[in-house]
């Protein structure tokens, strides 16, 4: 078990993956969805990573990520060669957890809950994660990202110090 109030936790998607079905009922179809997240520096910056701290504050996280990040920063021809919708499931809490994430003219546009399959009246799940773990996905994905940032902008330093 991840610890959800240990905001530090990671896991990559590879480690995801490599857990079969441990931490996703599809880590295969999870992984093909994530690929579309097109993540740059500027994302450090937005306001979701501050507001939504404590474990009163992960439904929020959650809502925030799915419904108004994810859409933004998602590649529209991804989604579109992944047959243009994946539902989600993020297990554990509860209906705040359900996420329907689709291309609607040339845009993505993430809606709270899941399809239905008319003829079962089921609903229909392309995959589902548990909430600690795409927490600890998107920890680990975030902390790349910082450190490819610092990186580049350590490079960028040297290379104008060395210039004057």
Known sequence: ?????????????????????????????????????????EVLLEATWRNTAGAAGNFAFFRNLMLGLLPRIYDVRHLETLGGRFALRVMGIGRHGEFTTMVVNRRVVTLTGLPLDEVAGTAIIDAS????????????????????????????RSVSQQTH
């Open 1 to 41: 078990m991840i610890d959800m109030r240990n905001s530090t936790a990671r896991v990559t998607m590879r480690e995801i993956t490599a857990a079969g079905r441990r931490y996703a009922s599809n880590p295969i179809a999870l992984a093909s969805f994530m690929a579309g997240v097109r993540l740059a520096p």
């Open 129 to 156: 994660i548990r909430a600690d773990v795409f927490l600890a996905l998107w920890n680990d994905m975030l902390a790349e990202l910082a450190e490819t940032t610092l990186t580049r902008i350590a490079m960028a």
